[in-house]
């Protein structure tokens, strides 16, 4: 079993930055596809960041290209997702999720059957 925790969530003034901090258990990042997801009140979950296993491609979603940066710490099993330029529609539940070692399925992973495990996810909130 695979435990993912989120932390860094907050309250932040538009403009500001957060940076979202996903710690799993055993060697849960180091070969594994990692993504962000959100979910604002009333809307549907939206992916928007992802980490190929191999540690080389990303994808963003329009949404926050540009602004948010996901990157991975092997040696601490954690990865982060920086999040600058922040907007009140950046408001919402984030959470991260791992997939399976090595993941061959079709890339980018925005379904959410790509994943296996999920944290239980951090509040971020933008105020205007």
């Known amino acids: 079993q695979v435990e993912l925790v989120e932390s860094g969530g907050g309250l932040v003034q538009a403009g500001g930055s957060l940076r979202l901090s996903c710690g799993g258990s055993?060697?849960?990042?180091?070969?594994?596809?990692m993504g962000w997801v959100r979910q604002a009140p009333g809307k549907e979950r939206e992916v928007g960041a992802i980490?190929?296993?191999?540690?080389?491609?990303?994808y963003y979603a329009d949404s926050v290209k540009g602004r948010f940066t996901i990157s991975r710490d092997n040696p601490e099993n954690t990865v982060y997702l920086q999040m600058d330029s922040l907007k009140p529609e950046d408001t919402a539940v984030y959470y991260c999720?791992?997939?399976?070692?090595?993941?061959?399925?079709?890339?980018?992973?925005?379904?959410?059957?790509?994943?296996?495990?999920w944290g239980q996810g951090t509040q971020v909130t933008v105020s205007s």
């Open positions: 055993g060697r849960t990042c180091s070969n594994r596809p």
């Open positions: 999720g791992a997939g399976p070692p090595r993941y061959s399925g079709r890339w980018p992973f925005v379904r959410g059957d790509d994943y296996q495990y």
């Open positions: 980490l190929h296993w191999s540690g080389r491609t990303t």
